[in-house]
């Protein structure tokens, strides 16, 4: 009996059309948990590391996490993994929502697809019956439309739809894959879908998960429920509201945007406005966002309701994610009524809120800047909201210039030359990043940014405060019931870091103690991203119902797996060095490991290089960031260091 895990994964050979269920092997949940990590595993095993991500070697892989679908709260991240056409690295990106618990009730763990489909489809996964159809009819629909229409199709208005839109038909490399309230949106994992012909993937469980110890599953699982509502009464005080609670950071649930419009930058990442808040933007955002928003939403078996929906008078209904509630209204200089509208049409082409208002702001920067010309924007219109739509538009059909853009800032600037590189000024390993423009090097975000694989900032980030307290008291109340840290060290850190003077940044926290930092923030997404776990209740808020002092129990009551710190610590570690080993192979080295050169106003790069070091040598890396031999025998990976030793890497 497996427990936890359903012990089988779906294996669809699209280009043969044939349909595999295999059994896995336990070994290597108790190694690598599920999730990312065994994902890891199987794109290190079967891909070899030339092959280009819109090969039909490559893989696409839809996993659950080891909790997923189990009572635990949150436990409903679906891990999409392939190889990313915009980082050409491994691209990993979460979504929320109902589609994982779903697989896991239909009886698997994880869907992977190999080979390209001839034609479009869809698969329809019904329990033990699994089949691929014929999609022809939903070229070129809505992401959000395509979930509703092949529901109807099937008769199954309980069937979870994962789907992609135009973009990820037309391989726009910020294509996301779209899901319910929540989507894959990093790294261009919906163009893979779309490159595979894969439309969307519908799936209707209703089998059981089995759970070793279930009564003391069932008791953490309400320890945590009381935690959330205690922390929800209880907001961390001295910290920015977004900081105050758990989950994503309820962008729907708040109207006061002071913070995010004057310390975000505007446009292509550019343009600070400082006192852009008053009482009368307040007013008319709120009223806004109080118009279209019906309700708030929650992902599956979750209290949090970070999600909305959201009804534009004249605009299909669709789910407002996180962040992208401003970032194309502040790509355009515009106001809030405009971003929910172009929010809508983005949804349902399936592309990335974080990257793709960038992509536009970059291409009027261009503009104006004369090194793209009036030609390239023929039939343009004038007005400003009316330039986004329309180059919207071209971006997802890959018109014109629009081809161009589609494949992000980075691989847009190499095209076009001329000068426009310095405009693709945003990215980190060729994806673009928050548009934060900061004063003072942070050295634990320095490393972060310069070394995290999951790419995007907001999803390494978490548990240990963005700045220090202003007092003493501030300080005392912080540390006083900090019961996520895993060493009482993290605390003195706290109440002896200032805001200005010998500790303050960038010297303080000092070099090892920001890689100390840095590592607990990695451990935590690393366990959640293989748990299935959503980070908004884990990793990424301040203090979190999950934390390394309670997940070994979780892991244990479900999956019957002897786990303890020391143990999870070694399955983090192996992860973590898997998923480098998978990047090294494809070329990752110390000189991609820098953040955007205007992310800071102040740089050392004296002390960067030294964070550098430092940062390797305490994950058993060399000076060029790659695990070495000794690292991987310690952690039982062997195989990888010969790989690496026959390829002449180490
Ligand atoms: S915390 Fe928010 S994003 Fe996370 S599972 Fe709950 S509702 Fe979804």
Redesign the pocket.
């Known amino acids: 009996m497996r427990y936890a895990e359903t012990g089988y994964n779906l294996e669809i050979d699209l280009s043969r059309g044939n349909i595999e269920r295999v059994e896995t092997d336990s070994k290597l949940t108790e190694l690598h948990l599920g999730g990312l990590g065994t994902n890891a595993k199987i794109l290190w095993d079967r891909v070899p590391p030339d092959t280009e991500p819109f090969s039909p070697d490559n893989l696409l892989i839809f996993s659950t996490g080891l909790l997923g679908g189990t009572p635990a709260p ?1 436990a ?1 991240r679906t891990i999409v993994t392939t190889y990313s056409p915009q980082t050409l690295f491994m691209g990993y990106s979460m979504m ?1 929502g109902f589609w994982a618990p779903e697989l896991k009730y239909a009886g698997y763990d994880k869907v992977i697809f190999r080979g390209k489909s001839p034609d479009l489809i869809y698969l329809w996964i019904h329990n033990d019956k699994v089949e691929i159809r014929d999609a022809s009819h939903l070229r070129g629909k809505g992401a959000v439309e395509t979930q509703e229409l092949i529901r109807r199709e099937l008769k199954e208005p309980n069937a979870q739809v994962a789907a992609i839109g135009l973009a990820g038909e037309n391989r726009v490399y910020t294509a996301s894959i779209e899901q319910g309230r929540s989507s894959a949106s990093r790294l261009g994992l919906g163009a893979v879908m779309g490159d595979k012909r894969i439309k969307a993937i519908a799936v209707r469980g209703t089998k059981d998960i089995h759970l070793a110890r279930p009564a003391e599953f069932y008791d953490l699982c309400n320890d945590v429920l009381k935690y959330i509502k205690f922390r929800n009464e209880n907001p961390v005080p001295n910290v920015m509201t977004i900081l105050q609670g ?3 950071p309820q962008e729907m649930l708040h109207f006061d945007e002071k913070w995010h419009t004057e310390n975000f930058m505007w446009g292509n990442a550019r343009v600070r406005k400082k006192d852009y808040w008053n009482k009368e933007v307040e007013q008319k955002w709120r009223e806004t966002q109080e118009t279209v928003r019906t309700r708030l939403i ?2 599956y078996n ?1 209290p ?4 909305a929906i959201i009804s534009v008078p004249g605009l299909s209904t669709y789910m407002m994610k996180c962040f992208s509630k401003l970032t194309y209204t502040m790509a355009a200089f515009s106001d809030l009524d405009f971003g929910f509208r172009i929010a809508q049409r983005a949804t349902e082409y399936g592309v990335d809120g974080f990257s793709t208002p960038q992509v536009m702001a970059f291409a009027f920067e261009l503009k104006e800047a004369g090194i793209l010309m009036d030609a390239d924007f023929e039939g343009c219109p004038s007005d400003n909201e009316g330039k986004f739509f329309w180059l919207l538009d071209k971006i997802v059909r890959r018109e014109g210039i629009g081809d161009i853009l589609a494949d992000g800032t980075y691989w847009a600037a190499q095209k076009i030359g001329k000068g426009a590189e310095a405009y693709a000024h945003n990215n980190i390993k060729k994806h673009e990043q928050l548009p934060l423009k900061l004063g003072m090097l942070n050295p634990v975000y320095f490393l972060m940014y310069a070394t995290g694989e999951k790419i995007n900032i907001t999803q390494i980030e978490g548990q240990f405060p963005q700045s220090p307290f202003m007092t003493m008291e501030e300080k005392k109340e912080f540390v006083k019931d900090w019961i996520q840290v895993p060493d009482e060290k993290f605390k003195q850190i706290v109440l002896d870091w200032e805001m200005r003077g010998e500790r303050s940044n960038p010297y303080y926290p000092t070099v090892d103690m920001s890689v100390d930092i840095v590592d607990w923030q990695e451990k935590m997404h690393y366990i959640d991203d293989a748990l299935g776990v ?1 980070s ?2 884990s990793s990424f808020p301040l203090k979190p119902p999950y934390h390394i002092h309670n997940y070994p129990r979780f892991i244990s009551s479900a999956s019957g797996i002897d786990m303890d710190e020391a143990g999870l610590t070694q399955v983090y570690k192996r992860n973590r060095n898997l998923i480098r080993a998978i990047n090294v192979r494809r070329g990752l080295r110390r000189a991609d490991e820098k953040p955007p050169e205007d992310h800071w106003k102040k740089r050392f790069p004296e002390l960067e290089e030294k964070l550098l070091d430092a940062y390797y040598k305490f994950k058993g890396w060399n000076k060029d960031g790659i695990p070495t031999k000794e690292t991987l025998h310690e952690l039982g990976m062997d195989y990888i260091g010969e790989d690496l030793e026959q390829r002449g890497i180490i």
């Open positions: 949150g409903n929320g758990l989950g994503s929650s992902c979750c949090m309701k970070c999600g959503c908004g209740l």
